[in-house]
């Protein structure tokens, strides 16, 4: 009976597993990933990994054992609606104790483009009949602070509007969901996480711009030009599209502050978007 993570390489998978290990012994901890040199530095750290790419039935069929405890991270691909029916479906031919999976803000109630995937996901959970958590997860600060050095040559450009978001770090998701993973009562739960404070696009050009002594503004732009701004920067259209719906979901609420689900899990205050930005201006 181990703790499973799948994406165990990806950014998250790689917290996670590191919150993990401060929290269980490695021999307890089994990371899924796709490719093996990549998962190499896992393994070293004493972990058992196994290989399942998303789309490979069979592969997962050997990735989750009777009594498991899963974490299924949500994928990327434009498929990842079915591959995570083949996760869930795999980890109930398994007979796991319980599956957690990284969903979206709001769940059901998220009605934007990016959701859809994560709210189908949730119902083919929910009708697997598999004990579950739902982590609803807002946003990284990362996806923010990862663009720093084009905000201080070009400024912060969205469509957000006023909208306020209440992102947290990756550190703070990964250990919510170490969280959830070893601890109990946690069952049909869904958590709504995100950071304890939130910001607008516009408060956060004013702090990158006093933490780097630049001039760094925030542009609003109507939709469509927000759309061939990403398009032009070399951003496939659909995917295009997808941050726009998530620029409208923005400025309408659906990423401010819910309550401190998250806090509460972690035992610890969020980490603010200003010591994002801080860790980001040293790297
Ligand atoms: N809340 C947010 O702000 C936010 C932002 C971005 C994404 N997300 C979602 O949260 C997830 C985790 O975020 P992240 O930052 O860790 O993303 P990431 O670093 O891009 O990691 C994505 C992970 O998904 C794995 N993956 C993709 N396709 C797969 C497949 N066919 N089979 C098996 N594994 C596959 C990747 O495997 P490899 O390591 O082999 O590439 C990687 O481990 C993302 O996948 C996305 O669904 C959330």
Do not use: C
Not at 143 to 160: E, K, M, P
Not at 216 to 242: F, I, K, R, T, W
Request: aromatic share 6%.
């Amino acid at each position: 009976m181990s703790i499973v993570v799948t994406a165990a390489t990806g950014q998250l998978g790689t917290l996670v597993i590191d919150e993990l290990l401060q929290r269980v012994p490695a021999d307890q901890v089994v990371a899924v990933a796709r490719d093996a040199a990549k998962a190499a530095p896992i393994a070293d750290r004493g972990v058992e990994v196994r290989i399942a790419d998303y789309n490979d039935a069979d592969a997962l069929a050997e990735a989750f054992g009777t009594g498991d405890t899963v974490l299924l991270i949500s994928g990327l691909e434009p498929n990842r609606r079915d591959q995570h029916r083949a996760v869930i479906a795999a980890a109930g031919e398994a007979g796991v104790a319980r599956i957690a999976y990284t969903s979206v803000l709001g769940g059901p109630e998220a009605d934007y483009d990016l959701a859809a995937d994560h709210i189908a996901t949730e119902q083919a959970v929910l009708d697997s009949g598999l004990p579950y958590t739902f982590l609803r997860n807002g946003w990284y600060n990362e996806v923010y602070t990862d663009q720093i050095a084009g905000q201080l040559a070009n400024g912060v450009v969205g469509s957000a509007g006023d909208g306020r978001i209440a992102s947290a770090s990756r550190r703070d998701f990964a250990a919510a969901a170490a969280v959830v993973l070893t601890g109990e009562g946690h069952e049909k739960k869904a958590y709504e996480l995100n950071g304890d404070a939130d910001w607008t696009h516009a408060e956060y050009a004013a702090e990158l711009a006093r933490q780097s002594g630049k001039d760094v503004a925030y542009h609003n732009l109507p939709s469509a030009d927000y759309l061939q701004v990403l398009v032009g920067s070399g951003m496939p259209e659909p995917m295009a599209q997808m941050f726009v719906g998530v620029a409208q979901a923005t400025e309408r609420g659906r990423l401010a502050g819910r309550g401190g689900d998250l806090s509460a899990l972690i035992g610890r205050p969020t980490t603010s978007i200003a010591d994002s930005i801080a860790a980001a201006l040293v790297h």
